[in-house]
């Protein structure tokens, strides 16, 4: 016989029925779960056991004699800023694209290790159910987010800071887009991971931290931001009132997304002109959209669908994977200027690639994120790769 998403959910729904009284995740129920975790299932082994390797790690045992907060306070350096010649030791400059290596980025090292690890686990554990990926999930979700000793403030005040200029700017919450996809992975997991009471603690700092980012100045500010800042302030907003279950917030976000977003960041070919104008073009594009597809992944689940959504003039996600896609499979074909650092490193698998082929029905925009790199070992590529297990999201 041959195997058809039709045959495929017939047999699933038997499986289903067969299923009853065990966890929501003790079978996968759509296609593009399956799709994914036959794709991945090998890397989402080799990740988890890989993680079990690694004891909770987190802000408190990297420190900075430059951070203005104590050691709770998350601090980074804002990476392209360097010294002045003319004054070396004035107030900092900007150096678009170039990312200065001195600049203190422990804190931001160490809330990434926990946005490769947690997500990983997660999805050992829903596709084999071993008890050990999640609860190893919930001692790092504890660590971070919970014990008192180890806990990170729920807030971003010194985050992106430039020596003699700030203390912190609101461009440093782009630091906490990598808890996007651990706000996920919490979601996910039942008490084979955390407690009930741990689940609580995990909950009540997402919902303190997405009050910081809707009221305080810097969040207001971020929101405000007319590039990928936006679109990744949007996917924060989005991912933790999910988890927290604010719908509210999901409404707003998604409302926003529909009136402002897509005007004020894509043009009508679908490119991105704000991202095009930098120093990092390609790299960038790439972000953003891939940052906009997570964003109307994440709201899924009420009208309209944002990922087939357009305005009257066509301006949507459609458009910029359509955009992007010839790129993607043949960066030599790029028309614009290359990026200043990392060009070589790119292309890697891109998360709006699978997201709008689902969605839109393109195989071949599957296909090609079948063959992109999932597991990119340049940090300044991974600082803007935060999508890393799609199965998560489907």
Not at 62 to 87: I, L, M, Q
Not at 116 to 121: D, G, K, Q, R
Not at 355 to 370: Q, S
């Amino acid at each position: 016989m041959t195997f058809t998403r039709r045959t495929f959910l017939a047999g699933m729904s038997a499986a289903v029925a067969l299923q009853v009284g065990r966890s929501a995740f003790a079978v996968p129920t759509r296609w593009d779960y399956q799709l994914v975790a036959n794709a991945d299932r090998s890397r989402i082994r080799r990740g988890a056991r890989e993680a079990l390797l690694h004891s909770p790690f987190t802000i408190t045992s990297v420190t900075s004699p430059r951070n203005p907060g104590d050691v709770h306070d998350f601090f980074s350096e804002a990476d392209y800023f360097w010294p002045n010649p003319r004054n070396p030791q004035g107030p900092y400059i900007s150096r678009d694209g170039l990312s200065n290596p001195d600049n203190f980025d422990g804190h931001r090292k160490a809330m990434v290790d926990l946005s490769l690890w947690v997500p990983a686990l997660t999805a050992a554990w829903l596709l084999e159910k071993d008890p050990r990926y999640a609860s190893h999930a919930g001692d790092h979700l504890r660590a971070w987010f919970v014990a008192p000793a180890t806990r990170m403030n729920p807030h971003l005040e010194y985050a992106q800071g430039v020596h003699g200029v700030s203390t912190g700017r609101n461009y440093g919450i782009i630091d906490t887009l990598h808890l996007v996809e651990v706000a996920r992975a919490a979601s996910l997991l039942g008490p084979e991971g955390l407690s009930a009471q741990d689940q609580e603690g995990v909950r009540q700092w997402f919902t303190a931290y997405l009050h910081w980012l809707k009221s305080s100045e810097k969040g207001k500010q971020e929101r405000a931001a007319e590039n990928n800042h936006a679109t990744c302030w949007a996917l924060q907003a989005a991912e933790y009132a999910r988890l927290i279950g604010d719908e509210a917030t999901r409404g707003e976000t998604r409302r926003w997304f529909v009136d402002t977003l897509l005007g004020d960041q894509l043009g009508k070919d679908g490119s991105f002109p704000r991202e095009l104008a930098r120093t990092k073009p390609y790299s960038y594009s790439i972000f953003n959209f891939d940052a906009m597809a997570g964003l109307a992944q994440s709201l899924k689940g009420a009208s309209p669908e944002l990922t087939t959504f357009a305005l009257p003039d066509g301006r949507g996600l459609a458009k910029a994977a359509a955009f992007l896609y010839p790129y993607i499979k043949d960066k030599g074909t790029w028309p614009y200027a290359h990026d200043v650092e990392h060009f070589d490193a790119l292309p890697v698998r891109s998360p709006g690639l699978l997201f709008a082929g689902l969605a839109c029905n393109r195989p071949e925009y599957i296909a090609l994120w079948k063959t992109l790199d999932p597991d990119p070992k340049d940090k300044e590529i991974i600082r803007n790769f935060p999508i890393r297990q799609p199965l998560l999201w489907v």
